[in-house]
Nanobody
Framework: QVQLVESGGGLVQPGGSLRLSCAAS????????MGWYRQAPGKELELVAG???????NYADSVKGRFTISRDNAKNTVYLQMTSLKPEDTAVYYC???????????????WGKGTLVTVSS
């Protein structure tokens, strides 16, 4: 069994910062790409940022220059540092991981349950 658990969400004022974390645990052989998505009220799920095992990153245009994705492969953890937050960043943030399940050899994308980020004064 594999679990992804996000943490770090909360209420922050416009212009503020938050750091999200997502730790993967369980029967994991290796993790390839990891990423963050978000879903705002009434909107579709959208990619925020992604990172490969080697550290190559990509970002949604709306967060470039404000958000930074990083990972610690030894801890099976991905982070999202968010700065200069705007009300339109309010959403539930989900992490995902493309990983190989131990003893099966199968590649599967797992998702966390999400953490709410609210940007409001």
């Amino acid at each position: 069994q594999v679990q992804l658990v996000e943490s770090g969400g909360g209420l922050v004022q416009p212009g503020g910062s938050l750091r999200l974390s997502c730790a993967a645990s369980g029967s994991i052989s290796s993790i390839n790409a990891m990423g963050w998505y978000r879903q705002a009220p009434g909107k579709e799920l959208e990619l925020v940022a992604g990172i490969t095992r080697a550290g190559s990153t990509n970002y949604a245009d709306s967060v470039k220059g404000r958000f930074t994705i990083s990972r610690d492969n030894a801890k099976n953890t991905v982070y999202l540092q968010m700065t200069s937050l705007k009300p339109e960043d309010t959403a539930v943030y989900y992490c995902n991981a493309d990983l190989i399940v131990r003893d099966s050899g199968y590649g599967v994308r797992y998702w966390g349950k999400g953490t709410l980020v609210t940007v409001s004064s």
